[in-house]
T-cell receptor, first 114, second 114 residues
Framework: DGGITQSPKYLFRKEGQNVTLSCEQN?????MYWYRQDPGQGLRLIYY???????QKGDIAEGYSVSREKKESFPLTVTSAQKNPTAFYLC?????????????FGNGTRLTVT | AQKITQTQPGMFVQEKEAVTLDCTYD???????LFWYKQPSSGEMIFLIY??????QNATEGRYSLNFQKARKSANLVISASQLGDSAMYFC???????????FGDGTTLTVKP
């Protein structure tokens, strides 16, 4: 079955450490996205990529970094510069950048930093 | 800037009744797409329904329909014959002028009562 796989489901880190969240898709989608969700709130865009080897900052990119070396993979690194990293992180993909192309989401990674 | 507003933080509905979840949007673009997503307590986001800005008819997908009023910039989700499994958080989202990214509202938590 095609889909988006995020791993791990739960992640615990000490403050000051960088951590990388994995996102892999086998849907052959061009576009991939990372969103952050805080309790009871909506989704905020961190980074997105329309094509391999290219990505753009979203609304809250500070303290995060990404890479898009393969079409299938879009890992997110939460750096020690991110002031409030504890959150639920969702990876998504869409067939294209077109307005009628919905997002397909992974199951998310819940990151806790203490 | 594009903005999505969902004014109902929480809604209750009796099983088998219909419910309307409100969504208003703000954009100066003429070409955009509107989406609704469902997020159960498990956290994954599920695409429900899409409406294009140039679509003259309201979108329908099974028990979901979208009441699209372009002049009022509203795109309300109607769920008919509510089921207990409809209890979840619902998000309205928009993509515009092939920008390739989506902006989300803060969501509405729907609780279906038996």
């Amino acid at each position: 079955d095609g889909g988006i796989t995020q791993s791990p489901k739960y992640l615990f880190r000490k403050e000051g450490q960088n951590v990388t969240l994995s996102c892999e898709q086998n849907l052959n989608h061009d576009a991939m996205y990372w969103y952050r969700q805080d309790p009871g709130q909506g989704l905020r865009l961190i980074y997105y990529s329309q094509i391999v080897n290219d990505f753009q900052k979203g609304d809250i990119a500070e303290g995060y970094s990404v890479s898009r070396e393969k079409k299938e993979s879009f890992p997110l690194t939460v750096t020690s510069a991110q002031k409030n990293p504890t959150a639920f992180y969702l990876c998504a993909s869409s067939i294209s950048r077109a307005n009628n192309s919905p997002l397909h989401f992974g199951n998310g990674t819940r990151l806790t930093v203490t | 800037a594009q903005k999505i507003t969902q004014t109902q933080p929480g809604m209750f509905v009796q099983e088998k009744e219909a419910v309307t979840l409100d969504c208003t949007y703000d954009t100066s673009d003429q070409s955009y797409g509107l989406f609704w997503y469902k997020q159960p307590s498990s956290g994954e986001m599920i695409f429900l329904i899409y409406q294009g800005s140039y679509d003259e008819q309201n979108a329908t997908e099974g028990r979901y329909s979208l009441n699209f009023q372009k002049a009022r910039k509203s795109a309300n989700l109607v769920i008919s014959a509510s089921q207990l499994g409809d209890s979840a958080m619902y998000f309205c989202a928009m993509k515009w002028t092939n920008a390739g990214k989506s902006t989300f509202g803060d969501g509405t938590t729907l609780t279906v009562k038996p």
